[in-house]
């Protein structure tokens, strides 16, 4: 079995910053990839960013310069800077990675619980 747990959410001030994490664990071979998404109220779930093995990383236009992702292969945890936060920022934002276990062949995808991150002064 694999769990993926995310912290780092909370209230904040518009312009303010925060930086949520996400730690994978179980059984786990291998990681590939290691994402962020996010769902606001009466929204569908949103792409934010992705970061591979290999260090390589993807962000949806939205958020280009505000969101940084960076990955910790060691320890199997996956980071989201996020600066300058604005009110349409808030949403539940959810970790996702795609991980292969001992048990499988192949990888498949894994959801965390997610996070609320509220942009209100």
């Known amino acids: 079995q694999v769990q993926l747990v995310e912290s780092g959410g909370g209230l904040v001030q518009p312009g303010g910053s925060l930086k949520l994490s996400c730690a994978a664990s179980?059984?786990?071979?291998?990681?590939?990839?290691m994402g962020w998404y996010r769902q606001a109220p009466g929204k569908q779930r949103e792409f934010i960013a992705v970061?591979?093995?290999?260090?390589?990383?993807n962000y949806a236009d939205s958020v280009k310069g505000r969101f940084t992702i960076s990955r910790d292969n060691a320890k199997n945890t996956v980071c989201l800077q996020i600066n300058n936060l604005k009110p349409e920022d808030t949403a539940v934002y959810y970790c996702n990675a795609h991980i292969m276990t001992w048990a499988s062949s192949l990888p498949r995808g894994y959801w965390g619980q997610g996070t609320q991150v509220t942009v209100s002064s």
């Open positions: 179980g059984s786990i071979f291998s990681i590939n990839s």
């Open positions: 970061i591979f093995s290999g260090g390589g990383s």
